[in-house]
């Protein structure tokens, strides 16, 4: 699914997501969320020449805005990525990781949080996915991970990606939420 289907949701979300930040309100999106967030702030979404589907190296930002968010996350790490579209960072935004097959793989701006990568995904819900979506996977290019390379260690790479870095990254977001106490 992309952004750019027309679907005629779409654009309501992309209004709702420019009036919350207008307000100031912590967003935070994966995959289609991260696409619709990008667009809506300004940034555009188009399809990728290849697919990325797998555990990717991905390698933080120098900038200092990934700093706030990243904290003492390594220069790189792996994470889970499965995603057809790439978008362009809003203007005024922070990247925070890149891969060598996309170059905005996380960005914040303000109290918004996105990224295309599958931080949040739990060993059985990939699992699941691979069951039913298996079938989106073609290995023709380096970017495409086939299903056993997915699989290998799968339990021990989505406890590291949540300990490296989706962990740190959720409570940051969770800690500018009004009201809210970070752990």
């Not at 992309?14 to 912590?26: E, H, K, T, Y």
């Not at 891969?99 to 599958?118: K, M, Y």
């Not at 699992?127 to 979506?133: D, H, M, Q, V």
Request: net charge negative.
């Amino acid at each position: 699914m992309s952004v750019n289907d027309p679907l005629p949701w779409i654009e309501d979300e992309l209004s709702l997501i420019r009036q919350g930040q207008a307000r100031g309100m912590p967003m935070l999106g994966h995959c289609l969320g991260s696409q619709l967030i990008s667009k809506a702030l300004g940034g555009t979404v188009a399809p990728m020449p290849a697919k990325e589907i797998g555990w990717h190296t991905v390698t933080r930002s120098e900038r200092s805005g990934a700093d706030a968010w990243l904290g003492d996350v390594p220069d790189q790490f792996d994470i889970l990525i499965w995603h057809h579209d790439a978008f362009t960072l809003p203007p005024g935004a922070d990247p925070l990781y890149s891969s060598p097959f996309c170059p905005d793989q996380a960005f914040v701006l303000g109290n918004t949080l996105a990224t295309v990568a599958h931080i949040e995904v739990t060993a059985p819900l990939l699992r699941e996915w691979l069951s039913i979506y298996g079938h989106d996977i073609a290995p023709v290019s380096a970017s495409v991970q086939d299903i056993e390379q997915i699989r290998h260690r799968l339990d021990e790479r989505v406890q590291e990606m949540h300990d490296t870095l989706t962990d740190r990254l959720y409570d940051r977001w969770l800690a500018r939420l009004p009201e809210h106490e970070s752990r």
